[in-house]
C-alpha cells in the first residue's frame, strides 16, 4: 500500500505548482498571490480541524495551519527570492544576501482563527535594509486583498482607496489592543488611556494587520499598540503610508507604541502620549 504525503509534502507540492504559474512575477504580483494563497490554504486547513498549541499564553496560540501557510511562502521565496532574507512569525528565517527582507505573518489574528471568527488575515511585507517596499494582507472570509507601498498607492481588490485626509481623534475610531497584564500595569495602562479617552470610539478586535488596512482603507480611523513585532507592523503600516498616512513608533510608559493613521490624528496622538 501507498503511504498517505504527509502535511509537509503536500504543502511542498502545492508551493512546487504556485511556482510555475508565478515564477515571472514581480513583487507587487507575488506578495499579493502569496498571501492570497497562504490564507486559502489556511482557511481550508480550519475546516479540516486544527491542532492548536499555547505559545506564551492561552491567548497566544499556534496551529498546523500557520505552520503550513509559512513553509509555503516560505518555500516560495526561497526559490523565487532566493537571495532576499526571510523573517517570519513561526520561524522562517534567512539572511539578506540583496539588503531586502519578506517578513511573513502566516496567520495574524490566530485565536480569533482558532475561536471560528472571520476577523483575521494572511501578511506579508517586504523592506530593503530600513525602508519599506511593500505590504499585502488577505482577508479570506471576505475575499479582500489588500496592497501598497512606495511606489504603490493602497488598493483593496485593485481599486485605489481614497487619501487618508486630516481628521481629529474626536471625530473617529481608535482601533487598538491592550492584553490584560498591560491593563494592570499602572504606566502603560495610562499611557493607552492618555490616548484612547480622545477617540469618538475604540475598537479591539485581535488582528493588527486587518486593523492597520482597514485604517489605509478608512474603515478605521487610526490604530495604536505596544511592543508590535515587525510582521504585525509592516505589512499594515505600507498600506496605511501609501494611503497617505503615517505609521510612527513613541516611547511612553515604559513601552514602544506603533501608531498609526491620518498625518493629524497621529501628530495628536504622540503628543497625548509625550504628555
Same mark, same amino acid.
Given at each position: 500500500m501507498s503511504q498517505q504525503p504527509s502535511l509537509n509534502e503536500m504543502i511542498d507540492a502545492i508551493a512546487k505548482t504556485f511556482m510555475v504559474a508565478h515564477a515571472d512575477d514581480n513583487d507587487a504580483h507575488l506578495?499579493?498571490?502569496?498571501?492570497?494563497?497562504?490564507? *486559502?490554504?489556511?482557511? *481550508? @486547513?480550519? !475546516?479540516?480541524?486544527?491542532?492548536?498549541?499555547?505559545?506564551?499564553?492561552? #491567548?497566544?496560540?499556534? &496551529?498546523?495551519?500557520?505552520? +503550513?501557510?509559512?513553509?509555503?511562502?516560505?518555500?516560495?521565496?526561497?526559490?523565487?527570492?532566493?537571495?532576499?532574507?526571510?523573517?517570519?512569525?513561526? =520561524?522562517?528565517?534567512?539572511?539578506?544576501?540583496? =539588503?531586502? &527582507?519578506?517578513?511573513?505573518? $502566516?496567520?495574524?489574528?490566530?485565536?480569533?482563527? &482558532?475561536?471560528?471568527?472571520?476577523?483575521?488575515?494572511?501578511?506579508?511585507?517586504?523592506?530593503?535594509?530600513? !525602508?519599506?517596499?511593500?505590504?499585502?494582507?488577505?482577508?479570506?472570509? @471576505?475575499?479582500?486583498?489588500?496592497?501598497? %507601498?512606495?511606489?504603490?498607492?493602497?488598493?483593496?481588490?485593485?481599486? $485605489?482607496?481614497?487619501?487618508?485626509?486630516?481628521?481629529?481623534? #474626536?471625530?473617529?475610531?481608535?482601533?487598538?489592543?491592550?492584553?490584560?497584564?498591560?491593563?494592570?500595569?499602572?504606566?502603560? +495602562?495610562?499611557?493607552?488611556?492618555?490616548?484612547?479617552?480622545?477617540?469618538?470610539?475604540?475598537?479591539?478586535? %485581535?488582528?493588527?494587520?486587518?486593523?492597520?488596512? #482597514?485604517?489605509?482603507?478608512?474603515?478605521?480611523?487610526?490604530?495604536?499598540?505596544?511592543?508590535?513585532?515587525? /510582521?504585525?507592523?509592516?505589512?499594515?503600516?505600507?498600506?496605511?503610508?501609501?494611503? %497617505?498616512?503615517?505609521?510612527?513608533?513613541?516611547?511612553?510608559? %515604559?513601552?514602544?507604541?506603533?501608531?498609526?493613521?491620518?498625518?493629524?490624528?497621529?501628530?495628536?496622538?504622540?503628543? /497625548?502620549?509625550?504628555?
Amino acid at each position: 500500500m501507498s503511504q498517505q504525503p504527509s502535511l509537509n509534502e503536500m504543502i511542498d507540492a502545492i508551493a512546487k505548482t504556485f511556482m510555475v504559474a508565478h515564477a515571472d512575477d514581480n513583487d507587487a504580483h507575488l506578495a499579493q498571490a502569496l498571501v492570497y494563497n497562504a490564507g *486559502r490554504l489556511a482557511w *481550508r @486547513m480550519r !475546516e479540516q480541524g486544527l491542532n492548536v498549541d499555547q505559545k506564551t499564553s492561552v #491567548s497566544d496560540v499556534v &496551529t498546523d495551519a500557520d505552520r +503550513a501557510a509559512e513553509r509555503f511562502v516560505a518555500t516560495v521565496l526561497e526559490a523565487l527570492r532566493g537571495e532576499d532574507g526571510l523573517l517570519g512569525e513561526e =520561524g522562517a528565517s534567512r539572511e539578506s544576501k540583496t =539588503g531586502r &527582507t519578506w517578513v511573513i505573518d $502566516p496567520v495574524d489574528g490566530t485565536y480569533n482563527f &482558532t475561536s471560528g471568527s472571520d476577523y483575521w488575515c494572511s501578511a506579508l511585507a517586504l523592506r530593503d535594509d530600513n !525602508e519599506l517596499i511593500l505590504g499585502a494582507v488577505h482577508r479570506p472570509a @471576505m475575499g479582500y486583498t489588500w496592497f501598497g %507601498g512606495k511606489d504603490n498607492p493602497t488598493t483593496r481588490d485593485r481599486q $485605489p482607496v481614497q487619501k487618508l485626509n486630516d481628521a481629529p481623534a #474626536s471625530q473617529i475610531s481608535l482601533s487598538s489592543y491592550l492584553h490584560p497584564t498591560s491593563m494592570v500595569n499602572a504606566d502603560i +495602562a495610562a499611557a493607552w488611556k492618555s490616548v484612547a479617552q480622545n477617540f469618538a470610539t475604540v475598537r479591539m478586535l %485581535g488582528a493588527g494587520s486587518v486593523d492597520l488596512a #482597514s485604517v489605509a482603507d478608512g474603515t478605521l480611523g487610526a490604530w495604536m499598540q505596544h511592543s508590535v513585532p515587525d /510582521w504585525d507592523w509592516l505589512p499594515g503600516k505600507a498600506l496605511v503610508e501609501s494611503a %497617505g498616512g503615517i505609521g510612527k513608533k513613541v516611547q511612553a510608559g %515604559g513601552v514602544e507604541w506603533c501608531l498609526a493613521g491620518n498625518a493629524q490624528v497621529v501628530k495628536e496622538m504622540e503628543g /497625548w502620549l509625550r504628555g
